[in-house]
């Protein structure tokens, strides 16, 4: 259809959290233009931080996202006690790793079944969904429930909860207290399975393009709360240096910066990217699980990310139940802290991909400067290079089939606009 002049507009794409645009031009069968367009107002979280105490920082970030409250809090408590040059590890950091899995699994589990699932089977939404396949969101729903189940009993509450600290937590649980947690996961988790090996039955398009991956790696473990940063093309760095290998660029269509590496281009976060640098770092039976589900190895099309947020789900269960059955009470809910004059920097895997921070505070514990880079500014690029590269083979659809590919391909990151700071409005011309 080339020389033909066609707009199709998505005024709002749906199933993300936040909002913006999408601009496409194509012609003679080649996408010439192609912006994300992020026009939600900057939060200036960064800026609010500045003169905070180093203690308010958890709480703080914690708002920048309702989804992944707790991505933010253990990343700025974790940046804070590398400041303070203090170690928190043992029964602490297993139970910050718990509360990480409650997100990972209500994150994960949200976004592949009720957001991403309907694209797959051709419905505008979960409710339209749940007219022809009321048992599976009924379990997507369990599933979700159990996940902030773990958030609430760790953290207060399911929505930026508010026991997290620099240092530890406020308060922690007796065993008896997590065992009816166990219990519930137990028997949540042959649920989770089943839902993982459902997703590799979905018709995913075939679409393949190797972006490095970029993500945490820490050996023994399956990362979660930390490792070092590596990447797929064999960079491997402490969380520190980050800035030496990674800048963001302001483009004029978008309140949200671009994340590149510095003199190399676009990288991939997220789900496919953890899976391709530590699917070896996965137990035995979830590893079963994947390859039954299709995935074996790496993986380079971002269709297959449902797959992997699946699994990855799966696997925060059974580490959930793990830490559980392994968990003796700390002597105290956190270690001591001597407030100094520093800088640290940290780094975590949100479920969406590496979020991290770093934080000066001077001699009196204040905040002096704060940087925190979010996965989906990092993906941005990465997700304009995705529809370049498929638009042209999908030219010979109508209007509104193209328009739902292009939202269907923007949701295999699960882009959370408002972290990054918003989204669809498709504008796609033909000339």
């Not at 002096?368 to 979010?374: C, D, K, N, Q, T």
Request: aromatic content about 6%; hydrophobic content about 40%; overall charge negative.
């Amino acid at each position: 259809m080339s020389g033909m002049d066609r707009k199709v507009v998505v005024r709002n794409l749906a199933r993300v959290e936040g909002e913006g645009s999408l601009h496409l031009r194509t012609k003679d069968g080649a996408v010439t233009e192609c912006q994300l367009r992020i026009f939600e107002p900057p939060r200036y979280f960064e800026a609010l931080l500045i003169g905070r105490d180093h203690a308010e920082a958890p709480d703080i970030t914690s708002r920048i996202c309702g989804i992944c409250p707790i991505a933010y809090q253990i990343g700025a408590a974790r940046a804070m006690e590398a400041a303070l040059g203090v170690e928190v590890d043992g029964p602490l950091r297993d139970l910050r790793r718990l509360i990480y899995c409650g997100e990972w699994i209500e994150s994960q589990i949200l976004h592949a079944g009720m957001l991403h699932a309907p694209d797959f089977l051709g419905y505008d939404d979960a409710m339209a969904m749940a007219k022809d396949h009321p048992d599976r969101v009924r379990q997507v729903l369990r599933l979700k429930q159990l996940g902030n189940r773990i958030v609430r009993e760790l953290g207060g509450r399911e929505i930026h909860p508010v026991n997290v600290r620099v240092g530890g937590f406020w308060r922690v649980p007796s065993k008896g207290e997590l065992a009816p947690l166990r219990d519930a996961l137990r028997t949540g988790r042959d649920e989770a399975e089943d839902f993982a090996r459902w997703t590799g039955t979905l018709p995913i398009p075939e679409f393949h393009r190797d972006v490095p991956s970029v993500g945490l790696r820490a050996e023994g473990e399956y990362p979660i709360d930390r490792g070092e940063l590596v990447a797929s093309d064999g960079l491997r760095i402490p969380v520190e240096r980050f800035e030496e290998h990674f800048e963001e660029e302001q483009v004029p269509w978008s309140n949200a910066l671009h994340g590149l590496r510095t003199g190399q281009g676009a990288y991939r976060v997220g789900p496919l990217a953890r899976w391709n640098l530590n699917h070896d770092q996965l137990p035995d039976p979830v590893r079963g699980v994947a390859r039954a589900a299709g995935l074996d190895g790496p993986c380079h099309n971002p269709f297959r990310s449902i797959v992997v947020r699946a699994i990855e789900a799966l696997f925060a269960f059974d580490e959930a139940i793990r830490l559980i059955d392994g968990y003796t009470p700390p002597p105290a809910p956190a270690v001591p802290i001597a407030v100094r004059a520093g800088t640290g920097a940290a780094c975590t895997e949100a479920p969406r991909g590496i979020c991290w921070h770093r934080y000066a505070i001077d001699d009196q514990g204040r905040i002096a400067a704060a940087r925190i880079v979010p996965p989906t500014s990092q993906n941005q690029r990465t997700i304009e290079d995705d529809l370049r590269a498929m638009v042209p083979a999908w030219l010979h659809l109508n209007d509104p089939a193209l328009t739902w590919r292009c939202e269907q391909a923007v949701r295999n990151y699960d882009p959370c606009i408002s972290c990054a700071t918003h989204f669809l409005k498709l504008d796609h011309r033909r000339d």
